[in-house]
């Protein structure tokens, strides 16, 4: 296919432009695509922008990258809205966003109360960094800073993307420097402005009220990040995690173990208990590594058995599960459970349990752990 699509590009017509965009909305087949859509059309940057609005993942990046140097306003405004959302690293174009769609020239002006939520999640991906540029590298990232800060400051709408951004940005100019291990090389008037205008904006008396009206909300991402505000602000979201993983509305095991109440961990066991198929997951051992839909369980008992190492004496059935679980993942999880207990606090029939999986551990290297652990029992 990839073929094809490279000699449309050199034999093709015009007439094949939306055969190519149809083929390029496959996330492995969009730089492609794009390279064939230039060859054939000189000028392909409204096929090219086409092609990044109707592919996610890696496709879209690739698209999004060869939008570089842009003159066109829609286009520019588009990078700033949409440009950087993906359903992976939103940090890997952050950068690349808000240069072509020139970030700062667009807090000078007018924006409206989307683009200010956007451009809040792009703050966001821009902190965060990765592999590629972030904000550190924004030549002019003091000026962006200074400006979303008074822009949001200065309106009464009150959402969680700007309230992420701003707190994004109060960890690189904290002057602790504990929160930021990356911290930026601004001027100290702008570093002064961020700090004491993300403050400010942060104490928002309002803020506690909307956490508590969103952690009923149906949308999982206002749930997600009502979750990540009130944490922030030291909010106990706990009981709302659980009521969502009652409901089926989302996995939340993982966050609802992050606790340090062995009560709260009784109340996740025993909804474990109800929800997920133990018997399926306990069927291994196999060499699997828990990926799939199909394991959703297993990963559940993964999140699971991996903080039960804290608990010595809760969850017993979990880790006779997790010893002859199905993927190498919740073994490995069970036997850190398991060492951290210390054989002393192991139920009884354990060790026998745990010889008995050792005889049958299909991984060499997990196998030898095993072994391990069993010898300081005797």
Request: glycine share 6%; hydrophobic share 45%; net charge negative.
């Amino acid at each position: 296919m990839k073929l094809a699509i490279a000699l449309l590009g050199i034999t093709g017509q015009s007439c094949d432009r939306e055969l190519l965009l149809m083929l390029g909305r496959a996330d492995e087949l969009t730089i492609y695509a794009a390279i064939a859509l230039k060859k054939l059309l000189g000028e392909a940057e409204e096929e090219i922008w086409t092609l990044a609005k109707n592919t996610e993942g890696w496709g879209r990046i690739q698209a999004v990258f060869r939008l570089e140097g842009t003159t066109r306003v829609d286009i520019k405004d588009w990078l700033l809205r949409e440009g950087h959302r993906n359903s992976i690293m939103s940090e890997e174009v952050a950068y690349f966003c808000a240069v072509n769609g020139d970030l700062v020239e667009t807090l000078r002006n007018d924006a409206d109360e989307d683009l200010l939520d956007s451009i809040g999640e792009l703050f966001q991906a821009l902190v965060a960094g990765g592999p590629a540029e972030d904000i550190r590298d924004l030549a002019d990232g003091s000026q962006a800073a200074v400006l979303y800060l008074q822009k949001v400051r200065a309106s009464a709408k009150l959402t969680f993307p700007r309230f992420l951004a701003v707190r994004a940005l109060q960890t690189l100019v904290d002057e602790r420097r504990g929160e930021s291990l990356r911290v930026v090389a601004w001027p100290v008037d702008a570093q002064w402005q961020v700090r004491t205008g993300a403050a400010d904006y942060l104490r928002r008396p309002p803020w506690p009220t909307l956490v508590t009206e969103q952690l009923a909300a149906e949308e999982e991402q206002v749930f997600w990040d009502a979750c990540r505000v009130g944490e922030i602000l030291e909010m106990d979201v706990w009981p709302a995690r659980l009521e969502r993983q009652r409901s089926r509305k989302s996995e939340q095991w993982y966050f609802l173990m992050q606790t340090d109440s062995p009560e709260r961990v009784e109340q996740v066991l025993a909804l474990a208990r109800k929800q997920l198929d133990l018997g399926k997951v306990a069927s291994g051992p196999s060499l699997s590594l828990g990926l799939g839909a199909e394991f959703a369980d297993d990963r559940a008992v993964d999140f699971i058995v991996q903080d039960l190492g804290r608990f010595p004496g809760l969850g017993e059935d979990f880790l006779r599960v997790g010893l002859t679980g199905r993927s190498v993942r919740l073994r490995n999880m069970t036997l850190r459970a398991l060492s951290a207990w210390g054989p002393e606090r192991w139920p009884r029939d354990v060790s026998q349990l745990l010889s008995a999986a050792a005889a049958r551990e299909p991984d060499a290297e997990l196998r030898q752990e095993m072994w391990r652990l069993l010898t300081k029992c005797s």
